[in-house]
Nanobody, 129 residues
Framework: VQLQASGGGLVQPGGSLRLSCATS????????IGWYRQAPGKDPEGVSC????????YYADSVKGRFTISRDNARSTVYLQMNSLKPEDTAVYYC???????????????????????RGKGTQVTVSS
């Protein structure tokens, strides 16, 4: 099982980025995928999750209305479209999957970052003028 986030970079406030999470070693359409981020000196926080059953999506309050998660099962890839970026969005972003989803929580079937079964390497997002 492998997950690899990519697409990060330096962007000005108000700008956009699209992150990709390339997956392998499992059937993407069978398991939820979550996006997480960790800013310097802070604990990882959940950003968004997409379920496997009906593609329901979930977002942290801090990104609702600005970020959109989607999946392309044919490409084994999950995307995170990030618009109206703010300096406080600066962090390393990771994707992760859970093979035994817990009961639905704030991020749907995605639990905390360290609670996910498999976590990939991250990509740096820096929002600065």
């Amino acid at each position: 099982v492998q997950l690899q986030a990519s697409g990060g970079g330096l962007v000005q406030p108000g700008g956009s980025l699209r992150l990709s999470c390339a997956t392998s070693g499992f059937s993407l359409n069978h398991f939820p995928i979550g996006w997480y981020r960790q800013a310097p000196g802070k604990d990882p926080e959940g950003v968004s999750c997409i379920s496997s059953s009906d593609d329901s999506t979930y977002y942290a309050d801090s990104v609702k209305g600005r970020f959109t998660i989607s999946r392309d099962n044919a490409r084994s890839t999950v995307y995170l479209q990030m618009n109206s970026l703010k300096p406080e969005d600066t962090a390393v972003y990771y994707c992760a999957t859970e093979f035994n989803p817990p009961p639905l929580g704030l991020l749907g079937p995605c639990t905390t970052y360290y609670g996910m079964d498999y976590r990939g390497k991250g990509t740096q997002v820096t929002v600065s003028s």
